[in-house]
């Protein structure tokens, strides 16, 4: 294949072979073979238009992923020990292999400086693939914003003349925002983006208007879930169409056994909310898993999850007359100093800074006025599917203990 002779001597390539078992070799071989059949190069080598292709991502972002597998060589030929030595870094190497390789991915320009414009266009680039539509980094409440809430997650270190994310800042980044490290930690196994996008399912006579969960929140909430929470979601609850109602919220909720995420919009324009990985039921004090965890979705976004500090995870009180029993829900923190709170009343609450989460202070002020409230149902199928078999053996068992009955009374043949 391309390159065979210095594929004896290159000690990258030779340690980027012993990470793969044989069969996975083929299969790379079998990749390779197939695109330089498509760049028409007779099987030497792949082009950069066939590679972009491959991966999906046009634009400056495929341009720089081609020019790191190409090992900066600027001759636009990707080889077969190319592909072995950057799949070798990039899919067998260690986190830290992997988390440099997507860091020098973001420096666009090349110049050694992640900045503000190299994450933009990364973004852009990004979420164009994901959602099919245009993007930028411009303001404005359209698909604009979207990029600005994940550059205002990022840190940048003021040098002479540019801001730059260091190494650091930039692995900061990546744990704030696990939807963007699990995309750019994926750029070399294309799939179906969208088994990685909940589809949000809502009743058809809500104004869609209204809705605060856009798709892009969604998947970036979902970055912190495991594959099979990313189905659908569907609205159980919403303050405008529902009422501002404690009682009503919980009604809504009670027949949904699954997962929740909870979607604030406060009156200081501020986004955020929890996602629970328990149901919404009484308890005098805390409960949950390690599974919920808070998250920002406006004027940035962030996920925020457990820290092990304690598990004062989820927070539920319903009708206690007891002060230091609060009612309302939360989650995090501690009693009266929640990471997140909403009363009984859900005309307001507040948020702390809190070690449960690490998260910091979720709105502008502690205090917070909701102006919007939604709760959405995440839909697991595979908790459908147990409950499916469950009851499909439960009509089992119950046939047969019929069946047995019949034949006791000698009715089993005149009733077939």
Known sequence: MGNTESSSIDPRFASASRAFAHNELEDLKSLFTSLAVQSQTDGKYVTLPVFKAYIGIDGPLGDRMFDLMTQKR???????????????????????DIEEFIYQLLDINGDGIVGRSDLEAVLTAMLGNLFHKKYSKSGGDSCDEIVDIFINAATFTKDDTESNMSFEDFRKWCSLLPSVRKFLGNLMMPSDPGSQIPQLLRQDNIDPSLILLRTEHAWHIGGALPQHDLDEWKLLYHSAVHGQSFNTFLGNIQNDEGPTVLVIKDKEGYVY????????????????????????????????????????????????????????????????????????????????????????????????????????????????????????????????????????????????
């Open 74 to 96: 600027k001759d636009q030929k990707l080889t077969f020990e190319d592909l072995v030595i950057a799949k070798g870094t990039y899919k067998k190497g260690t986190n830290d």
């Open 273 to 416: 909310g929890g996602y629970a990985s328990q149901p919404w039921a009484r308890h005098a004090d805390f409960y949950g898993n390690m599974k919920s965890f808070l998250f920002q979705i406006f004027p940035k976004a962030s996920i925020f999850r457990p820290t092990g500090a304690n598990h004062n995870l989820q927070w539920c009180a319903v009708n206690f007359s007891s002060e230091s029993i609060p009612n309302g829900i939360g989650f995090g923190g501690r009693v009266n100093h929640f990471g997140l709170f909403l009363s009984a009343n859900f005309d307001q609450g507040h948020t702390f800074a809190c070690t449960t989460f690490g998260s910091p202070c979720l709105s502008k002020a502690h205090q917070i006025y909701p102006e919007v409230i939604e709760c959405w149902g995440v839909v697991t199928h595979k908790a459908e599917n147990d409950r499916l078999d469950v009851m499909k053996g439960t009509v089992l068992e119950r046939f047969k203990e019929d069946r047995h009955m019949l034949n006791m009374v000698g009715l089993a043949n005149s009733s077939d």
